[in-house]
T-cell receptor
Framework: DAKTTQPPSMDCAEGRAANLPCNHS???????VYWYRQIHSQGPQYIIH???NNETNEMASLIITEDRKSSTLILPHATLRDTAVYYC???????????????FGTGTRLQVTL | DAGVTQSPTHLIKTRGQQVTLRCSPK?????VSWYQQALGQGPQFIFQ???????QRGNFPDRFSGHQFPNYSSELNVNALLLGDSALYLC?????????FGPGTRLTVT
């Protein structure tokens, strides 16, 4: 699995967009970019994933650069409840039909403030 | 629909003892993975079970073993506990590609 690099911490004011970057310069063509987050004292929670097109769901948007070497997770209107550690993970294609092991780094600790 | 459940919530053991942690997957999920999360670190993959067989294994010693039952629930066993085994143990269940995590079991080894 490709290695990912994220800043250790970020701050964001409540109501503003939180943009969390991830570098995955060695990602291969069949690897998806996944984002999970972990709120304090809870298990990680799936947010979104994508291959090369931008993706959006009810939680967030994922912007992947054309060369696929980096991506940005966007929380459009951050709230205090979005304070968590966010993990960016590169995973092989979902078309295997099986769940791959997740290789977590240390992630980005996002602090949303009033 | 209940999510992933784990028991117990907290556990305190002494060095050298053995421990068993339990996980019930989300309804309809047939794959269970276990992770260890030390304080301040991201979760580390221990192993994954599918159809009652260990399918993948991370870099953990043989002291860590597991089992999956016909109803897809799973157990994680750790023998000869070390102080370094103190961590949050997370169970995740999945059907295809998305993994759903339980709240974890906090194990303290003294």
């Amino acid at each position: 699995d490709a290695k990912t690099t994220q800043p250790p911490s970020m701050d964001c004011a409540e109501g503003r967009a939180a943009n969390l970057p991830c570098n995955h310069s060695t990602i291969s063509g069949n690897e998806y970019v996944y984002w999970y987050r972990q709120i304090h004292s809870q298990g990680p929670q799936y947010i979104i994933h994508g291959l090369k097109n931008n993706e959006t769901n009810e939680m967030a948007s994922l912007i992947i650069t054309e060369d696929r070497k980096s991506s940005t997770l966007i929380l459009p209107h951050a709230t205090l409840r979005d304070t968590a550690v966010y993990y960016c993970i590169a995973l092989p294609s979902v078309n295997t039909g099986t769940a791959s092991k997740l290789t977590f780094g240390t992630g980005t600790r996002l602090q949303v403030t009033l | 629909d209940a999510g992933v459940t784990q028991s117990p919530t907290h556990l305190i053991k002494t060095r050298g003892q053995q421990v068993t942690l339990r996980c019930s997957p989300k309804s309809g999920h047939d794959t269970v993975s276990w992770y260890q999360q030390a304080l301040g670190q991201g979760p580390q993959f221990i192993f994954q079970y599918y159809e009652e067989e260990e399918r993948q294994r991370g870099n953990f010693p043989d002291r860590f073993s597991g089992h999956q039952f016909p109803n897809y629930s799973s157990e994680l066993n750790v023998n000869a506990l070390l102080l370094g085994d103190s961590a949050l143990y997370l169970c995740a269940s999945s059907l295809l590609y998305e993994q759903y995590f339980g709240p974890g079991t906090r194990l303290t080894v003294t």
